[in-house]
Antibody, heavy 122, light 110 residues
Framework: QVQLQESGPGLVKPSQTLTLTCAVSGGSVGSDDYFWSWIRQVSGKGLEWIGYIAKSGNTHYSPALRSRLDISVGPSKGQFSLNLNSLTAADTATYFC??????????????WGRGTPVSVSS | QSVLTQPPSMSAAAGQKVTISCSGSTSDIYYNFVSWYQHLPGTAPRLLIYENNKRPSGVPGRFSGSKSGTSATLDISGLQPGDEGDYYCGTWDNALKADVFGGGTRLTVL
């Protein structure tokens, strides 16, 4: 059974960079043919897909966040990370990591973490 | 504002059936597979339906999905108190070139 667990700072100041890590157990980010993804939810709103990294290292990002975003693997193949810079209050959300499975177009997400809350405030 | 439109809330009595709708467009649902997720308080979101109407192993047959045109629906029959939570639809948007989700439906079991 695959399990994912997010970790991060909880509170970040505006204009700074958010770094989150997702620890994967029961699977390998570097070898399994899945798309390791980040998704967020602003309180009271729906889910927003952020982006993914594949085992090849290829990434695909939401157009809305692409200019501020980097998703990477490592340092071990058992985890992947999100870096989001130039933070504003609009980035305050619960951030989930998930395993994506490719379909004809896009992904569905078969395993998720419980999410980690992030507040952007001075 | 979410790309896919869901009713913000629904309620039904225990044992009854509820149908949650997900409305999209020709940029998203019409040409692509839809998935559904359940998010209960304090837990990780759970995949209920993928590729419009397929259930992962372990998801009860009380949950079923369908798609027609630019809309999709999730049916939950034999409602149980443990079904209370938020339900989301998701698909790929050809114009945005991104996975998109609905705004979520908060289900209350009376």
């Amino acid at each position: 059974q695959v399990q994912l667990q997010e970790s991060g700072p909880g509170l970040v100041k505006p204009s700074q960079t958010l770094t989150l890590t997702c620890a994967v157990s029961g699977g390998s980010v570097g070898s399994d043919d899945y798309f390791w993804s980040w998704i967020r939810q602003v309180s009271g709103k729906g889910l927003e897909w952020i982006g993914y990294i594949a085992k090849s290292g290829n990434t695909h990002y939401s157009p809305a966040l692409r200019s501020r975003l980097d998703i990477s693997v490592g340092p071990s193949k058992g985890q992947f990370s999100l870096n989001l810079n130039s933070l504003t209050a609009a980035d305050t959300a619960t951030y989930f990591c998930a395993r994506g499975v490719a379909v004809a177009a896009g992904l569905y997400f078969d395993f998720w973490g419980r999410g980690t809350p992030v507040s952007v405030s001075s | 504002q979410s790309v896919l439109t869901q009713p913000p809330s629904m309620s039904a009595a225990a044992g009854q059936k509820v149908t949650i709708s997900c409305s999209g467009s020709t940029s998203d649902i019409y040409y692509n597979f839809v998935s559904w997720y359940q998010h209960l308080p304090g837990t990780a979101p759970r995949l209920l339906i993928y590729e419009n109407n397929k259930r992962p192993s372990g998801v009860p047959g009380r949950f079923s999905g369908s798609k027609s045109g630019t809309s999709a629906t999730l049916d939950i029959s034999g409602l149980q108190p443990g079904d209370e939570g938020d339900y989301y639809c998701g698909t790929w948007d050809n114009a945005l070139k991104a996975d998109v989700f609905g705004g979520g439906t908060r289900l209350t079991v009376l």
